[in-house]
């Protein structure tokens, strides 16, 4: 590199490194959760979808979605919606919890047909991922407000459910960030060290 530097030669951005990730991301089950929705009603622009109730169960959480729950739905051509999703869960020990996600909806025009003539579908039949964030003054539930969660749908009827596994963004320290703490420590070791000697 730095003889290509000396012959005024320059690369694109990025090419010294292989294209290939320097982190991943690894998950962990946090919840199934089931939302029984009625049929959507047209407002402007979106597709206003009403929740009346459903059920959440997982290792450490398990209660009731209660209203106020909705999906605001934006339309984005046939077979492909963005949701904007808003909910309530009541933990089975008497907690809230405020949940709230975009998604995106991609479906084949046949799956995408199948799903509005009433057929239950799901997800080997399309694309349909959400991103939630949880909101408590619980402190027993204060943890999901640290978190960043993953849903990928498992089954939808329309206008009767759509049911989601829940995964959460487990927080694993990648080899580059060992490597910079190792640098970061040893900066502070050898500038104490240069400290003691003056």
């Known amino acids: 590199m730095l003889a290509l530097a000396v012959f005024g030669v320059s690369l694109p ?22 939302g029984i929705c ?22 450490k959480i398990n209660g009731t ?7 605001w739905l934006v339309p984005l051509g046939e077979g492909h919606l963005r949701l904007d999703v808003r909910g309530t869960i009541k933990t089975d020990d008497g907690e809230l919890i405020l949940f709230e996600y975009y998604g995106v909806l991609s479906f084949p025009k046949e799956a995408f047909d199948r799903a509005l003539k009433g057929e239950v579908v799901t997800a080997k039949d399309g694309y349909f991922i959400t991103a939630p964030i949880f909101t408590t003054a619980s402190k027993k539930y204060a943890w999901l407000t640290q978190i960043q969660a993953v849903g990928k749908m498992t089954s939808v009827k329309v206008g009767k459910f759509v049911k989601y596994d829940i995964l959460k963004q487990a927080s694993a320290v990648s080899e580059s960030d060992h490597e910079f703490e190792l640098r970061r420590l040893l900066h502070r070791r050898s500038a104490g060290t240069f400290r003691s000697l003056r």
């Open 13 to 34: 951005f990025g090419a010294a490194s292989a294209q290939s990730p320097t982190t991943s991301v690894e998950t962990e089950y946090l919840m199934t959760l089931e």
């Open 65 to 71: 979605v209660i209203p106020p729950t909705g999906d």
């Open 38 to 59: 009625e049929p959507g009603q047209p407002m402007g622009q979106r597709l206003v979808v009403n929740c009346t109730g459903g059920s959440v169960h997982g290792p």
